[in-house]
C-alpha cells in the first residue's frame, strides 16, 4: 500500500531564513504529488503539484518543490519564509488509474518567528 | 462565487446523538469526498462519490453514512455507532466521475469541528 512520510512533525524557523519541509512516499509505480497548506481552523489549500514534465514546480507564493524519482522524495523549500506562512503542510499523493484518491502524510506545522 | 461550503462551523453533539454535517459545491464538480482529521494523523478519507447516488466506503466508513441524491451536495451523518466522533470534518471535490483515473485536484471546504460532549 502507498504511504507517504512527512519526515519533521514541527519546523521552527526565523522569518527570511530558508526553510525545507521534507516529503517521501512509497510506491512502486508513478505517481502524481501534490502539498497542501493549511491555515489554523481551516480548509486544505493546494500550494503545488506535479504531474508530468518537469520536476521542480512552483507556487505563486515563493515555494518550490522537486519531484526526485530515485529517492522518491518531494520536498518543498521557500528561501525566505514569512510570519504569514506559518502554517500546517501536507503533502500528498495520488495512484494513477484509480479514483483519485489521495494518501496524505501526517503533515508538517511550520512556525516562523520573528 | 465558486467553491465549497460546510455548516456548521462548529457542532457539538451528546452522547448517543447521530448528527449530520452538510456539504455544498457549485464548482459543476462530480466527485465528492469527506475527510476526517486528527492531530498528528493527517487526513484520512471516510466515504466519497463519483456521481449522483453512487457513493463508496472509503478507510474509515465505520459509523458513518452519506447520501449523493443532487450533485451539488455530500451530506455526512456521524450516527451514534461511531466510538470517537470529536475530529475535524473536510468535504473536497474533484471533476473527475466515473471516467476515473483522474490528476484533478481536490478543493476543500473550510471544515467542521465535531464535539461531543
Known amino acids: 500500500a502507498q504511504s507517504v512520510t512527512q519526515l519533521d512533525s514541527q519546523v521552527p524557523v526565523f522569518e527570511e531564513a530558508p526553510v525545507e519541509l521534507r516529503c517521501n512516499y512509497s510506491s512502486s509505480v508513478s505517481v502524481y504529488l501534490f502539498w497542501y497548506v493549511q491555515y489554523p481552523n481551516q480548509g486544505l489549500q493546494l500550494l503545488l503539484k506535479y504531474l508530468s514534465g518537469s520536476t521542480l514546480v512552483e507556487s505563486i507564493n515563493g515555494f518550490e518543490a522537486e519531484f526526485n524519482k530515485s529517492q522518491t522524495s518531494f520536498h518543498l523549500r521557500k528561501p525566505s519564509v514569512h510570519i504569514s506562512d506559518t502554517a500546517e503542510y501536507f503533502c500528498a499523493v495520488i495512484n494513477p488509474g484509480g479514483y483519485n484518491k489521495l494518501i496524505f502524510g501526517a503533515g508538517t506545522r511550520l512556525a516562523v518567528h520573528p | 462565487d465558486g467553491g465549497i461550503t460546510q455548516s456548521p462551523k462548529y457542532l457539538f453533539r451528546k452522547e448517543g446523538q447521530n448528527v449530520t454535517l452538510s456539504c455544498e459545491q457549485n464548482?459543476?464538480?462530480?466527485?465528492m469526498y469527506w475527510y476526517r482529521q486528527d492531530p498528528g494523523q493527517g487526513l484520512r478519507l471516510i466515504y466519497y462519490s463519483q456521481i449522483v447516488n453512487d457513493f463508496q466506503k472509503g478507510d474509515i466508513a465505520e459509523g458513518y453514512s452519506v447520501s449523493r441524491e443532487k450533485k451539488e451536495s455530500f451530506p455526512l451523518t456521524v450516527t451514534s455507532a461511531q466510538k470517537n466522533p470529536t475530529a475535524f470534518y473536510l468535504c473536497?471535490?474533484?471533476?473527475?466521475?466515473?471516467?476515473?483515473?483522474?490528476?484533478?485536484?481536490?478543493?476543500f471546504g473550510p471544515g467542521t469541528r465535531l464535539t461531543v460532549l
Open positions: 473536497a471535490s474533484s471533476t473527475p466521475g466515473l471516467a476515473g483515473g483522474s490528476t484533478d485536484t481536490q478543493y
Open positions: 464548482l459543476n464538480h462530480d466527485a
